[in-house]
């Protein structure tokens, strides 16, 4: 057994008191640091003050399972009820076909509650072959069961919506709070009650892509095998397909708000996007609706931060950028043939007869894009609006929310002017600006070879931009 000589510490005989004190000291200053270092090690990390998106998002499942049980268990409680009524109700009829001697009474009785126990669905043969008091009975039954599935089937889609709106107002705060990776977390759930609801409402409905879509379409892997059908979805979620007669694989959708946030989350940017309004309207707060207010520069600002970010991440190839698109790329992605002139003022206007949807103006058929419609006029009275037609927007929709054009390209008319890369006309610093936007309702700014111009410093609530990517040359 060890003793504490061998451990060095002379107590017993020590030759110099004033020595072992100073050992005794310094063994305790040692224990001490010791002791300190052990709590020092243990403390407790500060827990993050930013309230926990998972949490958040485990919560609200937490919730809706919840509510779905408290669903189900009333189902199964009502059922329960009502088949006692119904199963005592038979055995009550079936004992008086006993005393009247009636065999076949008696056999339909039987069979009806055989198939209510087992859960087989009775047919409409059967019930038109039930004696008269069966058939009564079932013609009591028959309402109450179907009041109790369509109350549970009510009530699951009640607690689906609330769930999915909830969803909605997390991904929003968490797209406010520029918290991008859990947002489209919370997206994906969205996206997957959005399809359960879309099933339980009935046979599958193409609805446009963007905010009104219920299932994203696959992923594409590489911006080169990028097609309508299958894009190619970068880290930001926007997607890109190509453009016949164009180097430039077209963002489907104008720049979201939610993606200029995810740039202006790590950038300082001016604010005006996220406070533009008209005459004290606001204007596309929505993370889904396209981003207004940035001027020329910042928009390429945005294509050179996204570049590198995904030069960074491997996403982008060598050779490829994100940029904006040029006014001749534009052309090509809206439909129009090539037109003549140098500059986009020389071709602004040479197609008199195409608009992004067709030929017809003002469209008789509603809902071809966003322009300064019957709820434009409502909210903004003093000003001109296209008489009889109603988009249902009175100012900047989510991107998505009408059709696509035959490249797949969403809002390629109205919404937003969309910057475009060049000069408007030499010697000039104005941009060229595309695709009409939500305040406007002339037919000559319509028409798909309008073009309008500002200054690259210019900022407006009706004006956003569309990515493109730059692919090399092939
Ligand atoms: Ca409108």
Known sequence: MARAGEFGLSVVGARDSVHSMKIVTRIAALWLAIVA????????????AKPDAKDSLAALAAAYKSDLDEVAADYEKWLATLQAWYLSSLDKLQAERTKAGDLEGVLAFKAERERIESHTETTREQVHAMPETLAKLRAAYEPALKRIVDQAAQRKDAARGKYFARLEALQKSLTLSIDLDNALLVRAEKDRIAAEMAEAAGPAVAKPEGAGAAVAKPAGGSP????????????????????PGTEALFCIWDTRVQDYAAYAGVKKVDDTWKKADRDGVPVSREPECPVVGVNWDEANSFCQWLTEKEMADGKLAKGMKYRLPTDEEWSRAVGLAKEDGDTPKERNGKDQAHFPWGTEFPPSKAKVANYADAAFHEKFPKNA?????????ATTSPVGSFPANKYGLYDMGGNVWQWCEDQYEPNSAARAQRGAPWTHFRRGNILSSFRNRSEPGIRSPDLGFRCVIGLPAR
């Open 224 to 243: 080169l095998s990028a097609s309508k059908d299958r894009p190619f979805v970068n880290s930001l979620g926007m997607k890109f397909v190509s453009v």
């Open 37 to 48: 270092s052990l709590l020092w090690a243990q403390e407790p990390a500060k827990a993050p």
């Open 385 to 393: 609006w296209i008489e009889g037609y109603v988009d249902g927007y």
